[in-house]
C-alpha cells in the first residue's frame, strides 16, 4: 500500500506562487510515475502535470509554461511549483502515484490539499 501526503496548499492572490509538496511511502519510489491531478466543485478530476521515473515531464496546456513539476526520490517526494496563478487555477490539488504491475494499473491518491487564488 502506497500512502501519499500533501502539503503546501493554501489562499494566494492573483499571480502569486506556491509549492505543493506530496510525501510518499514505501520503497519502490523510482518506479512510479508521479502527477497532480486538481478539481473543481461539479467537474470531473483533470489531470496538470506528470513525471515519469526517468524524469520525462508532461503538462496540461492551461499550465504550460506557469507550473513545474520534479521529483526526489531519495525523499520519496514529488513536488508542483505554481507560478503565475489566476483564479481559474483555484481547485483541489491530488497527488497521484501510478505504475504497471505486469497487465494491472495500479494507483494511489493523496488527500488533496485546497488551492485559492483570489485578490
Known amino acids: 500500500q502506497v500512502q501519499l501526503v500533501e502539503s503546501g496548499g493554501g489562499l494566494v492572490q492573483p499571480g502569486g506562487s506556491l509549492r505543493l509538496s506530496c510525501a510518499a511511502s514505501?520503497?519502490?519510489?523510482?518506479?512510479?510515475?508521479m502527477g497532480w491531478f486538481r478539481q473543481t466543485p461539479g467537474k470531473q478530476r483533470e489531470p496538470v502535470a506528470g513525471i515519469s521515473s526517468d524524469g520525462t515531464t508532461n503538462y496540461a496546456d492551461s499550465v504550460k509554461g506557469r507550473f513545474t513539476i520534479s521529483r526526489d526520490n531519495a525523499k520519496n517526494t514529488v513536488y508542483l511549483q505554481m507560478d503565475s496563478l489566476n483564479p481559474e487555477d483555484t481547485a483541489i490539488y491530488y497527488c497521484?502515484?501510478?505504475?504497471?504491475?505486469?497487465?494491472?494499473?495500479?494507483?494511489?491518491w493523496g488527500q488533496g490539499t485546497q488551492v485559492t487564488v483570489s485578490s
Open positions: 497521484n502515484a501510478a505504475r504497471w504491475a505486469v497487465s494491472e494499473l495500479l494507483q494511489y
Open positions: 514505501g520503497s519502490v519510489f523510482n518506479l512510479y510515475t
